[in-house]
């Protein structure tokens, strides 16, 4: 098959889009789909100073060098720098930070580290032990946490975006899980734009440029543009991703009947948080107003029917303030 742009060999059908491409081809539709969803959603502008959430993971470093793409075409655009976060997981950790370094170092990109130990006071493998007295898996305080400390240090570098790579995969099976899970709240928390809209000048607006581009392309546009893959897994992944890796699959097999199923439910994650929210953030804020809504010990948002945010809450069962 030839490609669709030029006489060359096709080496993707891009099934969705019938849409035959060479590897030039490959990259430059890539390209163009995050640029396309970055204006669509008014992500960021030139002016913006973008600060790139970086895991060492494909999808973050895919997400950086777009980002710098992007950016770099205006000459007074503030520098694009990248925030890793190290939980502290022994033998996994290592080569993400090793990976991200190369690449930044490539790239020509600042690069922090922010580690769990020093900022929160514990490493996930420090936590490990407490796990069963917290009632809650490894995975869930490590995204609290890191949620937390990556907003907190693209606030700290003076970012207007903190921009994360989750991709089209990412965020379709967070949508459903949430969906099984009968959790409403959730489903409008995750937008798959990443906005989080919010009056405190210390949350960073988050964004998901790589919202549209499904995994498979991620990967391969790593293959091509010689961006190197982890492959050690984390060894706490397991327990958590059970019903995730479920919903992965049946996904997957849907897709093989019909290739639009994951942009079908991108469009419904979004129809569903354009109609429901507005009524039922509105009714939030009311009982915020009330409630207050801020945890006393950060000043920042917390749950409804919460005194403290769930960050405060770990660090005062694992005994971390001073
Ligand atoms: S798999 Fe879980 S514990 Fe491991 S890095 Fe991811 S969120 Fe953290
Ligand atoms: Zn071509
Ligand atoms: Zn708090």
Same mark, same amino acid.
């Given at each position: ?109 600042? !690069? ?42 693209? /606030? ?12 089209? /995969? /990412? ?54 543009? /010689? ?26 097999? !849907? ?68």
């Amino acid at each position: 098959m030839k490609c669709n742009y030029c006489s060359s060999k096709a080496v993707y059908h891009r099934k969705i889009s019938n849409e035959y491409v060479c590897k030039t081809h490959f990259i430059k539709t890539v390209k163009k789909k995050i640029r396309k969803t970055v204006r669509k959603y008014s992500m960021f502008s030139p002016k913006d100073k973008v600060v790139v959430g970086l895991s060492g993971g494909k999808d973050s470093l895919v997400l950086l060098f777009n980002v710098l793409e992007l950016q770099k075409r205006y000459s007074n655009s503030p520098i694009v720098e990248a925030v890793l976060i190290d939980e502290g997981i022994e033998g996994y950790r290592e080569e993400s930070i090793e990976i991200a370094g190369k690449m930044c170092r490539k790239w020509k990109t600042p !690069l922090h580290t922010v580690k769990f130990e020093k900022s929160f006071g514990k490493s996930i493998d420090g936590i490990i032990p407490n796990l069963e007295k917290l009632k809650v898996n490894a995975c869930t305080i490590c995204g609290t946490v890191r949620r937390r400390l990556l907003n907190d240090k693209a /606030d700290e570098l003076g970012a207007d975006r903190l921009a994360i790579g989750h991709n089209l /995969d /990412d965020q379709i099976e967070t949508f459903l899980q949430n969906i099984v899970r009968n959790d409403l709240k959730q489903i409008l928390l995750h937008p798959p734009n990443g906005n989080i809209k919010s009056d405190k000048k210390e949350i960073v607006q988050r964004i998901k440029p790589l919202m549209s581009i499904p995994e498979k392309e991620i990967t391969l546009y790593c293959y091509y543009k /010689d961006i190197p893959i982890q492959v050690t897994p984390c060894p706490y992944v397991e327990n958590f991703y059970i019903l995730r890796k479920k919903i992965q699959d049946f996904i997957n097999i !849907l897709e093989n009947q019909s290739a639009e199923i994951k942009y079908n439910l991108l469009k419904i994650n979004e129809k569903i948080i354009e109609q429901v929210s507005l009524n039922y953030l509105e009714k939030e804020i009311n009982q915020k107003s009330k409630k207050n809504g801020i945890c006393k010990i950060c000043q920042m948002p917390c749950g409804l029917n919460r005194e403290i945010c769930y960050f405060c809450e770990l660090k005062k069962e694992l005994n971390l303030f001073l």
